[in-house]
């Protein structure tokens, strides 16, 4: 697995793959630019005149409050965004790399399969983020954040690939019979969508990871 991801921060830097690779880092930067936008406008309904120093404290407070939040929020709607351009970053990876023929999948499967996920990954971060300024939750929350997305994401990522080299049967099955391993998998890209810097190129990095996994695992199957 490692091998798998060494080789997909490769991929996404090679001549095919760039403008994918700029557009994310595009997109990555509009929805932390977004995100600080908002927290800064509902910042200043919390300004108190007569206590400058409790200003301060709240303006440190809602600093702080856009980091977790960003850190939790941002791998549901970055995944979501990708579910734009992820057909397209399978094409051009295998166009680079293998030259396979893909199958057909519409647009409109891929950005609602992300929208699924995005719901999904939404609402658990809903719950985990109040439990993590709980003191007795603190530790555990992390864990739990990477495992239940990392489920979420797995599905999301290898589908996306899968489905453009198989049908949804052998999909589904290869998805099921291996599911911890494509878990685990799920887990270390929602770990490199909370990295910061890595994150801006995450998405891209994510689909090439999931699509080397998945040729290295099918290719191991019918040898």
Known sequence: MLNALKKAFSDVFKRNIRG?????????????????????????????????????????????????????????????????????AVERLEAENKNLPLRAVPLAESVKMSGVAMAKSVLTSSVLVPMSFVPIFTLITPILFYFFNGRLFAREYFFTVALRYQDYEKTEKMFRDHRNYWTLAGVVIVFLMTIPLINIISPLVAVAFMQNLFLEKRKGMKQ
């Open 20 to 88: 994918l690779l700029w557009a994310t880092v595009f997109i990555t930067l509009v929805l932390f630019g977004l995100l600080f936008f908002g927290f800064s406008e509902l910042s200043r309904y919390w300004q108190i005149k007569d206590m400058p120093y409790m200003s301060a404290i709240i303006n440190a407070v809602g600093v702080l409050a856009f980091f977790v939040l960003a850190l939790f929020l941002f791998p549901p709607v970055a995944t979501f965004v990708a579910g734009f351009f992820m057909d397209t």
